[in-house]
C-alpha cells in the first residue's frame, strides 16, 4: 500500500525543506519508505529552493517546477503525479506532527474512501473536524482514495478558496467515511503571506481573471 503526500508550494521553502526532512525521518524510523509517495510541486517559487532540491534528493523525493500558475494548477499537477492508493496534501505554511506519517498509515491500512480529521493552530487551539457536508476549506485535514477522487480536478482559474470548491464537488458521491480523533496537521493563522489572508485584507481578488491591471 503507498500513500501518496502531496505538497504544493510557492515560497515557504525553509517551512518545506524542514517537513520533508520530517517525513523523511519519520519514514525511516517506522520502515514506511517504500510505502510512500512524496510530491513538492514549486509553482515558480521567488526563494531560492536549493534546500528543498536537496532534501527531496536525500530521501528520494519527487520534485517539479512549474511557471507560476496559482494554487489550483500546483494541486493539479500534484495529483496527476500520485501514484498511491491514497493521497493527502501539505500546505507550504504549515506543519507536521511528530506522528504524522505513523497516523497516517494506520488510517490508510483501515480502508476507508475518506478520512476526516482535526488540525492544531499554532496557538493550541483545535480546529473543527468537519463532519456532515463534509465539505471545509482545508483540504490538507482530509486524506483520499485515490479511485474515488483523482478524478476531480482544482479550478486553475480561481486564486482563492480551490481547497472549498474541489471538495464542494469531490464529496458529493457516495463515501465510506471514517472521522478520526487524529490530530496532525498545525495550521498557520498568523502567516501574513497566505492567500487567505492576502483575500481579507483585500489584496486577492477571486479569480484571475478579476486580478486588477497594472498601472
Not at 519519520?26 to 536537496?54: C, L, P, R, W
Not at 501514484?83 to 501539505?90: A, D, L, V
Not at 505554511?93 to 493552530?121: F, P
Request: charged share 30%.
Amino acid at each position: 500500500m503507498i500513500l501518496s503526500i502531496l505538497i504544493p508550494m510557492y515560497n515557504n521553502c525553509a517551512n518545506v525543506a524542514n517537513t520533508l526532512k520530517r517525513i523523511g525521518d519519520q519514514a525511516t524510523k517506522h520502515g514506511y519508505m517504500d510505502h510512500i509517495q512524496v510530491i513538492v510541486v514549486n509553482d515558480g517559487s521567488e526563494e531560492d529552493a536549493t534546500q528543498v532540491v536537496e532534501t527531496c534528493e536525500d530521501y528520494g523525493f519527487e520534485y517539479y517546477w512549474q511557471e507560476n500558475s496559482g494554487e489550483g494548477r500546483a494541486r493539479n499537477e500534484a495529483l496527476k503525479h500520485a501514484k498511491g492508493e491514497y493521497f493527502q496534501y501539505i500546505d507550504a505554511d504549515d506543519e507536521i506532527t511528530d506522528d504524522y506519517l505513523e497516523v497516517s498509515m494506520e488510517e490508510a491500512e483501515m480502508g476507508y474512501d475518506l478520512v476526516a480529521r482535526a488540525w492544531k493552530l499554532t496557538d493550541g487551539r483545535i480546529g473543527d473536524r468537519h463532519e456532515e457536508p463534509l465539505v471545509n476549506w482545508n483540504v490538507w485535514s482530509w486524506m483520499f482514495k485515490t479511485e474515488k477522487f483523482n478524478q476531480f480536478k482544482f479550478d486553475e482559474n480561481r486564486l482563492f478558496a480551490t481547497d472549498y470548491f474541489w471538495l464542494k464537488e469531490a464529496v458529493e458521491q457516495p463515501l465510506d467515511v471514517y472521522f478520526g480523533n487524529s490530530v496532525i496537521n498545525i495550521y498557520h493563522t498568523d502567516n501574513p503571506n497566505s492567500l487567505t489572508n492576502k483575500w481579507l485584507r483585500g489584496e486577492l481578488a477571486e479569480f484571475k481573471s478579476d486580478k486588477p491591471s497594472a498601472s
